[in-house]
């Protein structure tokens, strides 16, 4: 199970919580600065933004780099960076950028030979090898036949991607997928893992970033028709985890041996 950890906040939770991972993706970028989740943030911006949640936590990250940049050689350069910043996975996408995320059905995304491309030039920057990298398809979701996704899949596998995330199958299909990769795959979920498990998959990211901005909502509009928040109040992060997460008191003691305090 990976929760989406949009912020550093959330990854410490994770890592009280005794969650093994965390998925950080372009998506909490897209938050961060209210836009669409439409890829229209640039690679940089996103690898900028994992680099900087990675450096202040030691729970292992899936990092998303997008489509890499577009060219395989600019793709080189992002997985070396996100690899130098901590991830313990990279993903990349087939996407074209804003064209692809915007487009409908049959939405033309990037060129097998392309996609294959950018697995090979991540496999050749990463330097540890127990670094995955992750090919992401949304080919199905878009509408691509299912054989030219498994034709795809077959080339990234053999271009050396270590797991996938295949948009837009169901889990019967997911099915099937593992049964011809016999590779890690990941999916989308907000049921039980029970569910996927029983499928063959091996890992799901959860949206739960989402609710800390609903809660937040949920508290201005009790603030606009009462003048408080005693409602939203009761969803507050309870005092003595605040407290863990920002190691309050690992940092007073630090502040006391330097004569700070």
Not at 157 to 162: H, I, L, Q
């Amino acid at each position: 199970v990976l929760p989406v950890v949009e912020s550093i906040m959330l990854t410490r939770l994770c890592e009280l919580e005794g969650f093994k991972a965390g998925f950080m993706g372009g998506s909490g970028m897209a938050a961060r600065n209210a836009l669409p989740n439409t890829s229209i943030q640039t690679v940089q911006e996103v690898i900028d933004y994992e680099v900087q949640g990675m450096s202040n936590t030691d729970l292992p990250i899936l990092a998303d780099g997008e489509n890499g940049g577009g060219s395989p050689i600019v793709t080189y350069r992002t997985v070396q960076q996100l690899e130098r910043g901590g991830a313990a996975v990279v993903m990349l996408e087939d996407s074209t950028g804003p064209e692809s995320e915007y487009g409908g059905k049959a939405v033309a995304m990037a060129a097998q030979e392309v996609m294959v491309g950018r697995i090979k030039a991540a496999v050749d920057a990463r330097k540890d090898h127990d670094m995955m990298i992750l090919a992401r398809t949304d080919r199905p979701a878009k509408g691509h036949s299912e054989q030219e996704v498994f034709d795809l899949l077959g080339a990234l596998s053999a271009a050396g991607a270590d797991a996938f995330f295949i948009s837009g199958f169901t889990l019967d299909q997911q099915q099937k997928a593992k049964g011809i990769l016999k590779k890690p795959l990941m999916v989308g979920s907000s049921g039980p893992a029970s569910d996927w498990h029983a499928k063959g998959v091996d890992m799901a990211f959860y949206h739960i970033d989402n609710i800390g901005i609903g809660a937040m909502y949920m508290a201005l509009k009790e603030i606009k028709a009462t003048g408080k928040f005693t409602e939203a109040a009761k969803m507050q992060l309870p005092r003595d985890i605040a407290a863990k997460v920002i190691n309050q008191q690992e940092w007073l003691a630090r502040a006391k041996k330097y004569g700070v305090v």
